[in-house]
């Protein structure tokens, strides 16, 4: 069955991707209001109604927004961790169909195996995740994707975690320069995001392209830009020529904007 990946929407404002292999469709993330989330899936050629699953990072807004909206879809199981489900299920009315696993641990949904790892941001047990599909053989190749936003920086771990991926989604999230110049957020905040616990900077992301020994990917993602503390020149600039040493595919995705389907071959 063949598998084809979107990102729906990254940046500040919301986060979501989806899987689609023809019987299974899962989202990663769902950080958009479920009216926009639905309105963005119609665009990419599918719908709300044949979500079966979410795989949920963490607990914050732009990446949990439209789990306020699943009343009227209660057949999307949710996959989550128990802290970020309690912090997630505390603001809600209707009762999430979750389905918790232990930060670290694997678990299965359908022909989706998902590996979980532990990253470093501030929230209540946020996580990246290894996503693999298939069975390995010539009916079922098995095709993979590694997931790993929201981090102030890279534990030892990630590099392993992220190595063996076909298809790599990274974060990049702002500009020093550009966030050091910003007027619109308050020092404290500005002091969160580049904390250890907050985002990763351009060079950061670079620099854990470059710690990443024969990396197995065929095309990377830097996502998760900030809008006013970041560009796609400025990206380009600092992690092009580490993507370009290894000659891998990869797409900058511009703030608030999503990237066109990658097939997997």
Known sequence: ??????ILGSGSAGNAALLDAG????????GFSARRLGALLAEAGAALERIDAIFLTHEHGDHSAGLGGLARHPHIKVFANRAT??????????????????TGATFRFRDFEVGSFAVPHDAQDPVGFFIAHGHGDLLSPRRSLAWVTDLGHAPAHVPERIREADVLVVEANYCPRLLEADTKRPWSLKQRINGRHGHLSNEAAGELLRRVTTP????VF???????????EAVTAACGPALAALRCGWSVVAPGEGAPYYDFE
């Not at 019987?23 to 769902?30: E, Q």
């Not at 197995?216 to 095309?219: F, G, L, T, V, Y």
């Not at 996502?223 to 970041?230: I, T």
Request: charged share 25%.
């Open 23 to 30: 019987d299974t469709c899962v989202l990663v993330d769902a």
């Open 222 to 232: 830097l996502a998760h830009l900030s809008r006013d503390c970041n560009s796609t």
């Open 85 to 102: 489900a309690q912090a997630v299920q505390a603001k809600l009315k209707h009762r999430i169909d979750w389905q918790l696993f232990e």
């Open 1 to 6: 069955m063949a598998l084809r990946f979107k």
């Open 216 to 219: 197995h990917w065929r095309h």
